[in-house]
């Protein structure tokens, strides 16, 4: 497993500077263009991944073998693709969505909260597919989860 992290680990990052660069704050960008990079990116890794969409243009992801999907003995890896505002920019560092890497980490809206997560489930379903374990766990990217955690079109409608 320790090799699998190590080659796939720069990929990971690459996944998390791209998702950074691509904005999907509450309010002023909906999820799609975000959910599209994701989805795009587990199928170019062989990873199966559908949207599941309450409301045109905010799909939450689903990336799993179907059958799997409803099963209790698999687990679930959730997260979120929406960000919260980048308020005064002046205050910032570095800019919010460059995606800029100094000191060996990533900088930018939604790096820890959560960008990084969802960089980091896609390569864990990878390495566990890599393994032949690509039923012991899945993901759900929701929407609208900084709206409250509770949108109806988010988690709780899948």
């Known amino acids: 497993?320790?090799?699998?992290?190590?080659?796939?680990?720069?990929a990971c990052v690459e996944l998390l500077r791209e998702l950074i660069q691509t904005p999907s704050v509450n309010g002023e960008q909906n999820e799609g263009t975000l959910a599209k990079?994701?989805?795009?990116?587990?199928?170019?890794?062989?990873?199966?991944?559908?949207?599941i969409e309450a409301e045109q243009g905010r799909p939450n992801v689903?990336?799993?073998?179907?059958?799997?999907f409803a099963d209790p003995a698999s687990v679930l890896f959730v997260a979120h693709s929406d960000?919260?505002?980048?308020?005064?920019?002046?205050?910032?560092?570095?800019?919010?969505?460059?995606?800029?890497?100094?000191?060996?980490?990533?900088?930018?809206?939604g790096a820890l909260d959560c960008k990084g997560g969802?960089?980091?489930?896609?390569?864990?379903?990878?390495?566990?597919?890599?393994?032949?374990?690509?039923d012991r766990a899945k993901m759900l990217i929701g929407v609208d989860e900084e709206s409250g955690a509770d949108s109806h079109i988010g988690i709780r409608y899948v």
């Open 83 to 109: 960000t919260v505002p980048v308020g005064d920019q002046a205050k910032w560092t570095y800019p919010p969505f460059a995606a800029e890497v100094h000191d060996g980490k990533v900088y930018g809206r």
């Open 62 to 68: 689903y990336i799993g073998q179907e059958e799997q």
């Open 1 to 10: 497993m320790e090799k699998l992290i190590k080659q796939y680990a720069p």
């Open 37 to 51: 990079v994701i989805k795009d990116r587990a199928g170019s890794i062989e990873l199966s991944a559908r949207f």
């Open 118 to 134: 969802i960089a980091l489930g896609v390569y864990a379903l990878k390495i566990l597919q890599d393994l032949g374990k690509a």
